[in-house]
């Protein structure tokens, strides 16, 4: 659609970055829903739940953006190419991000451009899977003697390479998550080896939330045999702490180690 001089005149630039949540189309925030509804153009990231799209106005553009880690089709520098060039020709663009925009999305990267040009923005949180998965499997961050604190780390940095955080978080007694981890996790695993933290519960959630959700329960020592096993990929999010115990899957792990205990293993 090419718009006239009198259109181009008559448009107001904005820029809104909102959070889609995990998975579930059903977590998206009230006020999330009222940006979409008064969207010209939404951009839209791989892992959004496309349901959403439902809220934009019939005549809005929607633009799919991709931005999965196996999916190098967009760099972040043609979406923000695009994003202020849709901005500027048709007006308000919503940004769609899965999670939060603002938890390894690179939201403040966008609203930085974004203002660089003047266009007014906003920000709409989002539910992030790396607290929203968790909990809706009953796994606490913080509980009891358990755990005080809480880490989110990312399993790998821009150069790929294990996250340097990833080695101090393992020394802690801290909740610790780990987003685009999963193809790292022998990796991942051994640091925990390193610490003597074998033992240590550990849980795996595959798109979290959704209709697809599977959830692997078990401990550092198994984990990648587990993960094979029940051919768990991306995009999972992985859980290491004594929090994890509280899953009810974690109990036949439990019965089993004290069934070794009691006969002499």
Request: no cysteine; hydrophobic share 40%; charged share 20%.
């Amino acid at each position: 659609m090419i718009l006239s001089q009198t259109e181009r005149t008559t448009i107001e630039p904005k820029i809104t970055l909102v959070g889609a949540g995990p998975g579930d189309p059903d977590l998206l925030t009230l006020k999330g829903v009222k940006a979409l509804k008064t969207a010209d153009v939404v951009l839209y990231d791989a892992l959004v739940n496309e349901a959403l799209l439902n809220y934009a106005p019939a005549n809005a553009i929607k633009v799919y953006v991709g931005k999965r880690s196996d999916d190098e089709s967009f760099s972040q520098d043609l979406v923000n190419k695009l994003m202020i060039d849709y901005a500027l020709n048709y007006g308000h663009v919503v940004r769609l991000k899965s999670g939060d925009p603002f938890v390894f999305a690179r939201g403040y990267e966008e609203i930085d451009v974004a203002e660089s040009y003047s266009i007014p923005t906003e920000i709409v949180p989002g539910v992030s899977s790396a607290l929203g998965v968790p909990g809706l499997q009953k796994i606490p961050m913080v509980y009891s003697k358990l755990s005080e604190s809480f880490w989110v780390v990312t399993g790998t940095n821009a150069k790929g390479d294990i996250s340097p955080d990833l080695y101090v978080a393992a020394k802690s007694n801290a909740t610790i998550v780990v987003l685009m981890g999963i193809e790292k996790i022998r990796e991942i695993a051994g640091i925990f080896k390193a610490e003597g933290k074998t033992q240590l519960p550990v849980a795996v959630i595959e798109n979290g939330s959704s209709t697809q959700e599977n959830v692997v329960v078990g401990i550092v020592d198994t984990i990648e045999e587990l993960i094979e096993e029940k051919q768990i990929s991306s995009p999972a999010l992985l859980i290491f702490g004594q929090v994890v115990s509280l899953h009810p899957q974690f109990n036949a792990i439990k019965d089993f180690y004290a069934t070794l205990v009691e006969e002499g293993y």
